[in-house]
T-cell receptor
Framework: DADVTQTPRNRITKTGKRIMLECSQTKGHDRMYWYRQDPGLGLRLIYYSFDVKDINKGEISDGYSVSRQAQAKFSLSLESAIPNQTALYFC??????????????FGPGTRLTVL | GQSLEQPSEVTAVEGAIVQINCTYQTSGFYGLSWYQQHDGGAPTFLSYNALDGLEETGRFSSFLSRSDSYGYLLLQELQMKDSASYFCAVRDDKIIFGKGTRLHILP
């Protein structure tokens, strides 16, 4: 079984709809991240969480919100989806010590299309 | 502000050696990482350099010069399966990724 899973894997929705992307991990990591990937722009950090009670904004948090329901679960919400949020979304995890923090483990991605 | 610069594309021949450079400008710096991403796949971790010098892992090596804010990924004995995008990433209190370098390998 995959260590980091994302649901759904693909989603097509309409402008104005609320969308939730979910991420679960079995690696036992405290740190979880949400990124979006657009062609030619690399991976941009949306939100990150270092533990259940810690939520931090990344580079591009506007229009997004997150919830860390448990150590293993980190969900990303688009309250009112707009077309320029069409992208590939990745969840990632990492350990919390000086060494393991540097290696991130990514989920398979969710391809979101907003019409 | 924070920025990472890497070439958008690099082309090399199967069996050859290729170097992908990365320069960075960040407010804080703990180390430089490299990730590989095949088309349709998720990024996977390749290496991490916290200190100056060369780190070798099989056919892949990564180099860091903190004084020059510069690093590179060196791929040797290129194979067709190495065709992918490669991202450098800088760690300060979080990890910031570059825009990626698309590596094309010619037979």
């Amino acid at each position: 079984d995959a260590d980091v899973t994302q649901t759904p894997r693909n989603r097509i929705t309409k402008t104005g709809k609320r969308i939730m992307l979910e991420c679960s991990q079995t690696k036992g990591h405290d740190r979880m991240y949400w990124y979006r990937q657009d062609p030619g722009l690399g991976l941009r950090l949306i939100y990150y969480s270092f533990d259940v009670k810690d939520i931090n904004k990344g580079e591009i948090s506007d229009g997004y919100s997150v919830s860390r329901q448990a150590q293993a679960k980190f969900s990303l919400s688009l309250e009112s989806a707009i077309p320029n949020q069409t992208a590939l979304y990745f969840c990632a995890t990492s350990g919390g010590d000086r060494v393991t923090y540097n290696e991130q483990f990514f989920g398979p991605g969710t391809r979101l299309t907003v019409l | 502000g924070q920025s990472l610069e890497q070439p958008s594309e690099v082309t090399a021949v199967e069996g050859a050696i290729v170097q992908i450079n990365c320069t960075y400008q960040t407010s804080g710096f703990y180390g430089l990482s490299w990730y590989q991403q095949h088309d349709g796949g998720a990024p996977t971790f390749l290496s991490y350099n916290a200190l100056d010098g060369l780190e070798e892992t099989g056919r892949f090596s990564s180099f860091l010069s903190r004084s020059d804010s510069y690093g590179y990924l060196l791929l040797q004995e290129l194979q067709m399966k190495d065709s992918a995008s490669y991202f450098c990433a800088v760690r300060d209190d979080k990890i910031i990724f570059g825009k990626g370098t698309r590596l094309h390998i010619l037979p």
